[in-house]
């Protein structure tokens, strides 16, 4: 590896986050210039604030990547129903931190995000979804939000003009798939967080209620602020064409110092970020393996060569170390940038206890709505952990593929991929422990299998 | 489509290519041309929920430029077909102009084979002591789609076996599969939303909520709708294996609304009746009441022997003391709503030819917005086409109760009704002859002078008219009791020996032969065969002045009409 300098943060989502100075109080977030972009919101039309986000390339931060402006457009206007707009606040992609460190550091800039977006979709109320465990933070986002109505900046006829956006703060009760759009939909009209088919309920057309709506993610609606402030040709010359912005990655596992970092999109590598952000893998232990993008995307050997066409049409060859991070990078790589959470791994991980531990969260999380994912989820989760208790057959990884295999692309959303794809990567990446595991000691007392 | 409007589409369905109606999905699609795709949480009357996967389907559409719009053509110049790499769910995917399907392509396959053995991971192995062995839709798609081993090693889920829902559904939770069909009826069709799940994944489990039961008038269908032996009827639990049961399709008698039903006998012994799938009547459900019905074939007040002078004697024997009575008397005929329509006619006959004064009353309740309609009779409008009765009945007997204290009647006979239970004192019957015929005993039977006992809808066959003057037929199910004769033979007889040349033959064919020859009757040119299973619509408006209790009811419509998919 070539020795670089290493690479410097660039924060705007995260900007005051840390600063000991900085407190999640209207105040503080004024003198720090805050809600000047509603302002100047309002003195725009709502479809040039539209065409602004669309031109800044923003991709969503939720986990599938998807450009926020084009979403906003796919919204029924026509259906003269009211419009809602959504933030995606449940965070629980394991791996995933944060959106927490927004709203609980700097509410307002979520807030004011919110209602550009808001004003800029013509919702006249719009939602924070954010999961049950983040009890503090919905606190300090239902103070922020009385803030925020206190001075007009939400609420009844916002700075005096004609637009008028209710916000409220909806906790979930503590179900990864209220994650999903739809679940989350579901859940937020009361019902269980069964994920809808997709068609006919996009939300842009029918969600809430029947109506149109627009869901994003925290970071994604905090971006929204931003590109107003500079514009959306300037937003998109940060970062790299196609991956605009800065993104905030969760690194956690195996490193001297995990923790969220904020970069302009390819601005550094995975091994940049593990080695030099991130001070290294523990000591005299070596690096085994990465899952780039939350538990859901799939993993990536440390001894792999990635090697493939980018977009762009150049060639690439890649180690572990060189995959760009951006949202093409880890995709390019065979995985995903997802929800931004980096699980980094290293030789004192026992893979199939590793999958053990991923296949108990989605086997605990399928809202059991859909058949490949409700029985797929439990099966895989019953076979690794027989595994990991001294009854591994040969037949087990296999048989573990095959059922990844029947889930992927078989379900109502998209958790079934989620379920799957980590099994199909452990399996065709490191298929040599779990076949070891079958040999196992001979001398282990065997579960009676029935 | 070509203008947008056309009510139908070809598409591509395994190679061929073949009409459908526009907007349908792909499983009706199929199903219209002979292709099965198996299918459990969808069910045609309720809302699509997506959630079992059993009928995936690959499907492609035709390409066009995104740009221009224009079609893309393969080398043949036929336009190009986009598959969808993932297959899609039939059920929730509607037909379009040109589109592609395959329903057994190797994709197709490895879908069925894969849900079919999630399905069976956690299932019990029930078959043996399970109700619905023989018609459960596990067991058929098991045997027809599904892999034939097992790869299942694991310890199966554990879940409650026998919970009670409600006053006549049990639930063994291990078997169900998750499909919400009976969540979605309750929804949907009955407004009473009692049923959801509980936990998550796979140990999602169905369940009443808190203090709630599943005890509308509708729940069996639950039973019914369920794809396996999850739900099942409490009355038939354990009692009888389906492969051994008769089926034969009948009308419910419970209201007008006039429910098409399937009847199940085995050697001559009703175990259970069901919903006989009827678009323009009943959909696919029957009232819960409606299925207990078969019970009074068998009820303790059931009328078994022919009595004169409250002596047993044989049918002709009580026959002929009819014609001896009535012969140059004054007689009364107290009609039926729950007469067939020919015996209705028959009726008539007779009442003509002995000149007798005719009386009809009806039975009303309330109506329940569903399958159980105001009319609690199964045939007043067949006592106007028939001809026997040109007014609209009220709820008693006023204008007998006039004429009885008109000493105007010497002798009654009376068509299952009970005349004190509908505005008539015992006072005004001193001095009058009662003849009785029906299948039930009640305070009018026991007055009679002449029993004559007669069957139920179940044990012979005719027609009923619907509260949308919907002819409908019903068959005889199971014989009656030894020496009973079927209502038409007795009224023919009775007609044969007051009338030289009255009906001899009392089959169906000959009487509606005869119906269709009274002037005006809207039964005319049409035979008995030519009534079909889900029955003949006739033109009722003549009556259109009559003030029907129906009034807007005259269709069922569901509760909440299938809007949102849960
Ligand atoms: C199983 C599952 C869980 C998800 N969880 C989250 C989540 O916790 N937070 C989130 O923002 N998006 C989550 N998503 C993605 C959302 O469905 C949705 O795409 C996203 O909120 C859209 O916002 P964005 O376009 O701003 O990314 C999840 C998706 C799936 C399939
Ligand atoms: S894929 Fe899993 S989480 Fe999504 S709807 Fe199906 S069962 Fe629920
Ligand atoms: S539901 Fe079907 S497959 Fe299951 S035990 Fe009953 S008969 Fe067998
Ligand atoms: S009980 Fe039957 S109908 Fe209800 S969800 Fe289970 S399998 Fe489906
Ligand atoms: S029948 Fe289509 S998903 Fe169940």
Redesign the pocket.
């Known amino acids: 590896m070539i020795k670089k300098k290493t690479p410097k943060e660039r924060r705007i989502i995260l900007k005051h986050a840390d600063d000991p100075s900085y407190s999640n109080k209207i105040s503080c977030y004024l003198k720090n210039d805050g809600y000047s972009m509603l302002k100047k919101a309002f003195k725009m039309k709502p479809e040039q604030i539209g065409e602004e986000v669309l031109k800044s390339g923003v991709?969503?931060?939720?986990?599938?990547?998807?450009p926020?402006g084009m979403?906003w457009k796919f919204l029924d206007r026509k259906s003269g129903k009211p419009i809602y707009l959504i933030c995606?606040?449940?965070?629980?992609?394991p791996g995933?931190f944060k959106?927490r460190q927004i709203i609980y550091k700097d509410p307002h800039q979520l807030i004011e995000g919110m209602m550009i977006a808001a004003y800029a979709i013509q919702a006249k109320q719009a939602f924070i979804y954010i999961?049950a465990e983040f009890f503090e933070g919905a606190r300090i986002l239902e103070n922020a939000i009385a803030e925020a109505k206190s001075k007009n900046f939400c609420g009844e006829n916002i700075l005096g003009s004609k637009f008028s956006c209710d916000l409220i703060v909806h906790r979930g009760a503590g179900a990864?798939?209220?994650?999903?759009?739809?679940?989350?939909i579901e859940s937020l009209e009361g019902k269980r967080p069964n994920?809808r088919i997709k068609p006919p309920y996009f939300p842009a057309v029918l969600g809430l209620y029947q109506c149109p709506t627009i869901?994003?993610?925290?970071?994604?609606?905090c971006n929204v602020k931003h590109i107003l402030e500079i514009g959306g040709e300037e937003f998109s010359k940060i970062g790299k064409p196609n991956n605009t912005g800065t993104r905030i990655w969760c690194v956690s596992g195996h490193v001297q110092k995990p923790g969220y970092y904020e970069f302009e999109c390819g601005a550094l590598t995975l091994g940049e970020m593990i080695y030099d952000v991130c001070g290294g893998l523990l000591p005299g232990r070596t690096l085994k393996a990465v899952i780039p993008g939350g538990s859901?995307s799939k993993i990536l050997r440390a001894d792999e060569r990635f090697t493939g066409k980018l977009k762009d049409g150049t060639d690439f060859d890649w180690g572990i170390e060189d995959i760009p991070l951006d949202f093409d990078g880890p995709a390019s790589a065979g995985s995903m940038s997802g929800?931004g959470g980096i699980i980094v791994m290293d030789n004192s991980v026992d893979m199939v206890e590793a999958m053990a531990n991923i296949n108990a969260f989605y086997a605990h999380?399928s809202c059991g709505q859909c058949t490949p994912c409700r029985e797929g989820s439990l099966w895989m989760r019953k076979i690794t952990k027989r595994m990991c208790s001294g009854d591994a057959r040969e037949e087990d990884a296999d048989l573990l593929l095959s059922v990844a295999n029947q889930i992927e692309g078989r379900t109502i959303?998209?958790?079934g991929?989620?379920a799957a794809w980590p099994t199909q990567s452990f399996i065709a990446k490191f298929r040599d422990e779990f076949e070891e595991k079958a040999k196992g000691d001979s001398n282990k007392p065997t579960l009676q299998l029935i | 489509m070509k203008n947008g409007k056309s009510s139908s589409v070809v598409i591509n369905l395994d190679g061929q290519d073949v009409e459908v109606p526009a907007g349908i999905n792909l499983v009706e699609a199929a199903s219209l041309h002979g292709t099965e795709v198996p299918h459990y949480c969808y069910h045609p009357k309720l809302s699509v929920a997506g959630n079992c996967r059993m009928c995936l389907v690959e499907m492609g559409t035709p390409m066009r430029d995104r740009a221009t719009g224009e079609a893309i053509l393969d080398e043949h110049g036929k336009q190009k077909i986009g598959w969808i790499p993932k297959p899609v769910i039939g059920c929730g995917t509607n037909v379009s102009q040109g589109m592609h399907v395959k329903t057994s392509s190797p994709m197709v396959k490895d879908s069925r084979e894969g849900i079919m053995e999630f399905l069976l991971v956690n299932h019990p192995l029930d078959c043996p002591i399970c109700d619905q062995a023989g018609e459960c839709r596990l067991q058929e798609f098991a045997t027809d789609y599904g892999r034939g081993y097992s790869r299942y090693v694991e310890r199966k889920n554990v879940k409650p076996k026998r919970t009670r829902l409600g006053p006549r559904v049990t639930l063994d939770d291990e078997r169900c599969i998750l499909c919400s069909r009976c969540i979605r009826f309750c929804q949907e069709v009955v407004d009473d939303d009692v049923l959801g799940f509980v936990d998550r994944g796979s140990f999602s489990t169905l369940t009443c909520f808190p203090g709630k039961e599943l005890s509308n008038n509708y729940s069996l269908n639950t039973v019914d709708l369920c794809p396996v032996g999850a739900l099942t009827s409490t009355d038939f639990r354990f009692k009888m294996r389906v492969w051994f049961l008769k089926e034969s399709s009948s009308i419910c008698t419970e209201s007008s609304a006039g429910s098409n039903i399937t009847v199940s006998s085995r050697e001559g012994v009703i175990h259970r009746i069901t919903p006989r799938r009827n678009d323009e009547v009943n959909d696919s459900w029957m009232s819960d009441s409606g299925r207990e019905l078969y019970k009074n074939v068998t009820s303790e007040d059931r009328l078994m022997k022919a009595k004169v002078d409250q002596e047993e004697c044989t049918l002709s024997h009580a026959i002929e003391t009819v014609k001896d009575t009535v012969d140059g008397k004054k007689l009364g005929i107290v009609g039926s709503c729950h007469s067939s329509l020919e015996e209705q006619f028959l009726l008539n006959k007779l009442a003509k030819i002995t000149k007798a004064k005719k009386f009809l009353r009806g039975h009303f309740g309330e109506d329940d917005g569903i399958l159980v309609s105001s009319d609690r009779t199964p045939n007043l409008r067949g006592s106007l086409v028939s001809g026997f009765s040109s007014r609209y009945p009220t709820d008693n007997l006023e204008s007998l109760s006039k004429s009885l204290d008109k000493n105007e009647l010497d002798v009654l006979l009376v068509i299952g009704e009970d005349l004190l239970a509908s505005g008539i004192d015992l006072n005004q019957l001193n001095g009058v002859t009662l003849i009785f015929a029906g299948t039930h005993q009640n305070e009018t039977s026991k007055l009679a002078k002449i029993l004559i006992p007669t069957l139920t809808s179940f044990e012979k066959t005719g027609c009923f008219i619907n509260r949308n003057f919907r002819v409908q037929s019903f068959k005889q199910a199971i014989p009656g009791p030894a020496g009973l004769l079927p209502d038409l033979q007795i009224l023919s007889a009775l007609i044969k020996s007051l009338e030289k040349d009255g009906i001899h033959r009392p089959d169906l064919s000959s009487i509606w032969k005869e119906m269709g020859k009274s002037s005006g009757s809207p039964l005319k040119g049409i035979s008995f065969s030519d009534v079909p299973e889900d029955g003949l619509l006739i033109d009722g408006s003549k009556w259109s002045h009559l003030e029907f209790v129906e009034k807007k009811a005259l269709n069922y419509t569901p509760a909440r009409k299938a809007q949102k998919s849960k």
Do not use: Q
């Open positions: 991709r969503g931060r939720g986990g599938a990547g998807f926020a979403k995606n606040a449940d965070e629980s992609e995933t959106d999961r990864y798939i209220c994650g999903e759009e739809t679940g989350l994920p869901v994003n993610n925290v970071e994604t609606l859901s929800s999380e959303c998209a958790f991929e989620a």
